[in-house]
C-alpha cells in the first residue's frame, strides 16, 4: 500500500502487473488463515476494518443481515415479517407502504435475486436507522438465536490481533466506525464517521501519516472525497469491477475484483483490463 501511495505521489515506479491485495470488514477468519499465509509468503495485505464491530463487538447489518439469510428456511417468512413490521411502523416513522418499497428495491443484482436484495436493501438503509436496527436485531433473534456480543466476538478479530497484524507489516485501512453508507451521511456525521475510525487506526498503532479508506458498500461522492481528502487522506477503494489503471485513475477511486469475480464463481476478471 505504501508503494502505490508513493507510486501517486511521483516518487517510485511499480512493477508491471503489480498487484494490491484488500480484504475488507475485519473478520477473525482474516487473522486465523489469511494473515499467516500472507506472512508465509512475505505478502501485504490491506485490511479495512469497522471500528465499532471491534470495539463494542455489536455486528455488522450486513453480517446480522447474512446470517439471518442463511438461517432461514425461505424467504417467504422474512417478508412476511416485514411487511407485518412494516405496516406496523408506517404512521410512527413516516414509512412508506411494504408494496412502494418492494416496487422500489426488489432489483436483482449480479449477486442476488430480487427477493434478496430487497430485504438487503430495505434493512441495510431504505427504512430509518431507528427502524432497522430494531428489525434486524429482532430478525436476527428470531432466526439466528444468538446473543450478537456473543456472535460479534467470534466473527470479527480483537485489537489484540491488530495490533500485531500492524507490527508484522500489514496495512490496516478506514472503513467507517458504523459501517454507514457515507454517501447518504450530512457532512457533520460522515467527519465524525471518519474522524472516530482514524483514532481507531491511530490506537492500532497505523502510520497515520499513510492511511487509506475503503467506502463501506463502495458508498463514495464528490462530498465524501472531499471529506477524505481534508483529513489526509491518501487513497481511498471502491466496490467498482475493474483493474487499476494506476496513471490515470483518481487516487480517491480505485477500483477492484471481488473473488467473486474470479472462478469457479464467474470469469468476470476476464472483461477488465
Ligand atoms: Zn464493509
Known sequence: MEDVIRHK???????HNALLLTFDDGYAEHFNHVYPVLKEMGIQGSFFVPAKAILEHTLLDVNKIHFILASLANTADILQDL??????????HQLKSFDEYYAE?????RFDNKDIIFIKRILQHALPEVVRNELS????????GIAERTFA?????????????VRDGMHIGCHGYDHYWWDKLDNGALHAEI????DFLQSLGCDMTNWTACYPYGS???DVIDELEKQGCKLAFTTEVDIVDIETASPFLLPRLDTNDFPPKSQNYKQHG
Open 9 to 15: 505521489e511521483g516518487k517510485i515506479a511499480l512493477p
Open 83 to 92: 411487511k407485518f413490521d412494516i405496516e406496523k411502523n408506517k404512521l410512527k
Open 105 to 109: 428495491l426488489a432489483v436483482a443484482n
Open 137 to 144: 436485531s429482532k430478525y436476527f433473534e428470531k432466526y439466528v
Open 153 to 165: 466476538k467470534e466473527l470479527y478479530m480483537n485489537t489484540w490481533q491488530l495490533k500485531q497484524m
Open 195 to 198: 474522524s472516530k475510525s482514524k
Open 220 to 222: 463514495s461522492s464528490q
